[in-house]
């Protein structure tokens, strides 16, 4: 069962990330909005005070740690919320504050989200502190993530990758790339695998950054791999190519990155709906949970309309980080909540300034600007299509070769 409470034990951690994203990611929004493509320098205390809880181990697990989910669930009693419920419940308040601060954020990228899933124990110890963006897209594809062209040869103990990545989140920034290329494009989804590449290494370069409508306090970069030689033990779990397996392996990161993107639209529209609400009891109306919203006035009826879109996502986005501190399969529970969470996010964002109107519309209010970056969080990590197809997938227990 799901309790609609936060849990008592990460209420503390919840106000602390609140007050956090209260005093140095809205205090910031609007400089770095403004600043596109410029370090948010301020970020670099606050990373220094999750790494030093990291290192001391009263981190509740927050951020890009903390997403792993293996063991034997016999071993555990009962139920649990442990860092999946953690690292959820922080992005929603982080995001509250602001999304393109969050995904500057120093060693917490997407990237560092993927080698906590996947990554062997040796890895996990030899890439500790390492700051890691996450290239997926190329220009020949968007939501496919099979039809990656990038490759990844062989070569003694080292693989040499050759290829083009787009979109790459804090792609000039990281230290390193978690790089998605195929071993071998004639077996097909099987041999995509993931490479943890340091950009320090001969051969990777940062060809472009983008210029982009919302987070603009991210930068977004276009990352060339030119005969890039990375060492073997770089690829992220096994090198085995399992053909029975498919995608299986490669995919896994998303049952774990999905929610917290979900996380994202989800704080990012609770900021719009509670600006909204301010403005309607200033205009002298009153909202009544108890009488029907066709009973109310538009703009009220509209506002309880948009508050149960947002819980629906709320919960979805609890029940897939719940599911994986369980070590229950959430793969259609993470793909519902992405779904769910980036429509959701994006519409009520979208709503809230029309119904504003002109102070949604200008620079007085971050309802704009909410607006601007709660778009690519039904893009990324899997658009809202491809999510939708997922889900039918799943529920009809059809392959992709079945349903496209």
């Not at 560092?112 to 963006?133: C, H, M, P, Y």
């Not at 109310?296 to 709320?314: G, I, R, S």
Request: proline residues 3%; contains cysteine; charged residues 25%.
């Amino acid at each position: 069962m799901i309790y609609l409470e936060t849990p008592k034990k990460f209420r503390g951690f919840v106000q602390q990330a609140h007050d956090v994203a209260n005093e140095f990611l809205r205090a910031n929004s609007r400089k770095y909005d403004l600043a596109e493509h410029s370090y948010p320098k301020e970020l670099d205390l606050l990373a220094s005070l999750i790494d030093g809880l990291n290192e001391s181990g009263n981190s509740t697990g927050a951020g890009a740690a903390g997403v792993r989910v293996k063991g034997d669930k016999k071993k555990d009693e009962g139920v649990r919320n442990a860092t999946n419920m953690a690292s959820v419940l922080s992005v929603i308040e982080m995001c509250w504050g602001d999304v393109g601060l969050l995904l500057s954020m120093p060693r917490q990228g997407l990237g560092n989200s993927a080698i906590a899933s996947v990554a062997t124990d040796e890895q996990l110890e030899r890439f500790k502190g390492t700051w890691a963006s996450m290239a997926i897209t190329e220009p020949s594809f968007g939501s496919d993530s099979a039809a990656i062209k990038t490759t990844a040869i062989k070569d003694g103990d080292h693989y040499i990758l050759n290829g083009e990545k787009i979109f790459v989140t804090s792609g000039e920034r990281s230290d390193s790339v978690v790089v998605w290329a195929t071993l071998d494009k004639s077996l097909g989804r099987a041999a995509v695998k993931s490479f943890v590449v340091p950009k320090s290494l001969p051969g990777i370069r940062v060809e472009r950054l983008e210029h982009k409508l919302g987070i603009r306090a991210s930068d977004t970069a276009v990352i060339v791999l030119d005969n890039c030689r990375v060492p073997a033990e770089n690829l992220l779990g096994s090198p085995e190519i399992d053909t029975s397996k498919g995608f299986a392996g490669a995919m896994a990161t998303f049952d774990n990155t999905r929610p917290l993107v979900a996380g994202m639209a989800v704080g990012c529209a609770r900021a719009s709906l509670e600006v909204m609400r301010d403005l309607i009891e200033q205009a002298g109306l009153t909202i009544d949970y108890d009488r029907s919203p066709a009973l109310q006035p538009h703009v009220v009826a509209t506002f309880l309309q948009m508050e149960a879109d947002w819980e629906a996502a709320l919960l979805l986005t609890l029940e897939a980080a719940w599911m994986a501190d369980n070590r229950q399969a959430n793969s259609l529970q993470a793909s519902m909540a992405k779904a769910k969470a980036g429509r959701s996010g994006n519409d009520i964002t979208l709503k809230c300034v029309e119904l504003a109107g002109s102070l949604g519309y200008s620079e007085t209010e971050f309802l704009e600007k909410w607006a601007r970056d709660s778009k690519i969080l039904d893009i990324f990590e899997g658009t809202q299509q491809i999510q939708q197809l997922i889900v039918a997938r799943r529920l009809l227990g059809l392959t992709s070769s079945q349903l496209k």
